[in-house]
């Protein structure tokens, strides 16, 4: 559908505030927390429930004013496939879809949530796939940021450290612990604005803009 707006009539009083479009742009992938899986409902069998709007990434990006889109499937990791016969995070991060390659030459910053479906899988290899990740994006795209996030169930959280300390002296590979014990099954928009949105907005100022602490809590 397209809506073409020919006029607008306001107050004498009112004003009409220029419109701008953020200057950054952001890239969303993971699983089901980046897809909005129950973000509006407990329902979780009912897919009424689901809104990426509601999504971690989608609400990052716009507490930080980014322009953000988000590419989640349920269900996958690195080393499995998620609903609908998506593919596994290895191939879906490179590919929209079947042999159209995904574009990340707009995108300034990628970030990821990724690990709570790979529960299965060694530290050893969700490390080498995680690392492979970074060095295809860090050759591809040297100037885009990279940020990672832990999933909220802390799975694969020592890996995703061992990454960090692998990459810690790349300043565009950044890594924030988002683990949230209170959190019972896939977050809710309510879980999100009760206790995960402050802190994730608080780490994501203070990593990417490189804010101190007293910077970051009036901001």
């Given at each position: 559908?397209?809506?073409?707006?020919?006029?607008?009539?306001?107050?004498?009083?009112?004003?009409?505030?220029?419109?701008?479009?953020?200057?950054?742009?952001?890239?969303?992938?993971?699983?089901?927390?980046t897809?909005?899986?129950?973000?509006?409902?407990i329902e979780?069998?009912?897919?009424?429930?689901?809104?990426?709007?509601?999504s971690?990434?989608?609400?990052?990006?716009?507490?930080?004013?980014?322009?953000v889109?988000?590419?989640?499937?349920?269900?996958?990791?690195?080393?499995?496939?998620?609903?609908?016969?998506?593919?596994?995070?290895?191939?879906s991060?490179?590919?929209?879809?079947?042999?159209?390659?995904?574009d990340?030459?707009?995108?300034?910053?990628?970030?990821?949530?990724?690990?709570?479906?790979?529960?299965?899988?060694?530290s050893?290899?969700?490390?080498a796939?995680?690392?492979?990740?970074?060095?295809?994006?860090?050759?591809?795209?040297?100037?885009?940021l990279?940020?990672f996030?832990?999933?909220?169930?802390?799975?694969?959280?020592?890996?995703?450290?061992?990454?960090?300390?692998?990459?810690?002296?790349?300043?565009?590979v950044?890594?924030?612990?988002?683990?949230?014990?209170?959190?019972?099954?896939?977050?809710?928009?309510?879980?999100y604005?009760?206790?995960?949105?402050?802190?994730?907005?608080?780490?994501?100022?203070?990593?990417?803009?490189?804010?101190?602490?007293?910077?970051?809590?009036?901001?």
């Amino acid at each position: 559908n397209v809506i073409i707006l020919k006029s607008i009539t306001i107050d004498d009083s009112a004003s009409i505030l220029e419109t701008i479009q953020p200057e950054t742009t952001m890239l969303c992938i993971g699983a089901s927390f980046t897809e909005g899986y129950g973000t509006v409902g407990i329902e979780h069998s009912d897919f009424k429930a689901n809104d990426t709007t509601c999504s971690w990434g989608a609400l990052l990006g716009t507490s930080l004013g980014f322009n953000v889109a988000t590419s989640g499937y349920a269900g996958s990791g690195f080393s499995k496939g998620g609903s609908g016969d998506s593919p596994s995070v290895r191939i879906s991060y490179k590919y929209m879809d079947a042999d159209i390659p995904r574009d990340f030459r707009d995108i300034d910053i990628a970030a990821f949530n990724i690990g709570s479906n790979d529960g299965d899988m060694s530290s050893e290899d969700f490390i080498a796939a995680a690392s492979e990740m970074i060095d295809d994006l860090r050759t591809r795209y040297p100037d885009m940021l990279l940020l990672f996030t832990t999933p909220f169930w802390g799975t694969h959280q020592s890996s995703w450290l061992a990454v960090s300390e692998k990459y810690a002296d790349d300043a565009k590979v950044i890594y924030i612990e988002t683990i949230y014990p209170q959190l019972v099954g896939h977050p809710t928009i309510s879980n999100y604005r009760q206790y995960i949105l402050p802190d994730l907005v608080k780490k994501a100022k203070k990593s990417l803009f490189c804010l101190n602490n007293d910077a970051v809590n009036t901001v």
